[in-house]
């Protein structure tokens, strides 16, 4: 995984069809190639017949991107460490994995990994 910081969000999603049918997606000031321009920072093309497709692909886009500082924070907050093999919400019950609460914890940290590139 790169070193490299993303562009500030929000991004936003202009429309254009100056090189065929696409959405834009922009970002709203901050850092470009480390200057202080706000710019282009990716195409979402299709073929004409399927604007919708790449009008929606842009706004799924935007929505994982502007808010995925807020939801990795929340997640952070919310989850706790991960238990011990010999945790008393399993033990004698049923093995870690299938424990109920565990494994609600270890998906949290997975899905923690992969928001922040580590797998």
């Given at each position: 995984?790169?070193?490299?910081?993303?562009?500030?969000?929000?991004?936003?999603?202009?429309?254009?069809?100056?090189?065929?049918?696409?959405?834009?997606?922009?970002?709203?000031?901050?850092?470009?190639?480390?200057?202080?321009?706000?710019?282009?920072?990716?195409h979402?093309?299709?073929?004409?017949?399927?604007?919708?497709?790449?009008?929606?692909?842009?706004?799924?886009?935007?929505?994982?991107?502007?808010?995925?500082?807020?939801?990795?924070?929340?997640?952070?907050?919310?989850?706790?460490?991960?238990p011990?093999?010999?945790?008393?919400?399993?033990?004698?019950?049923?093995?870690?994995?299938?424990?109920?609460?565990?494994?609600?914890?270890?998906?949290?940290?997975?899905?923690?990994?992969?928001?922040r590139?580590?797998?």
């Open positions: 995984m790169s070193d490299a910081k993303h562009t500030p969000t929000p991004w936003i999603a202009v429309q254009s069809a100056a090189h065929g049918i696409h959405c834009n997606i922009a970002g709203t000031g901050g850092r470009i190639g480390g200057t202080t321009e706000a710019g282009l920072i990716a979402v093309k299709c073929i004409p017949a399927a604007w919708g497709d790449a009008q929606a692909n842009a706004d799924f886009i935007l929505r994982a991107c502007n808010s995925h500082d807020a939801l990795v924070a929340a997640l952070e907050k919310m989850t706790p460490p991960m011990p093999k010999n945790a008393m919400c399993h033990v004698g019950i049923c093995e870690q994995e299938e424990c109920g609460n565990c494994s609600r914890i270890a998906r949290a940290h997975a899905a923690l990994k992969l928001a590139g580590e797998v």
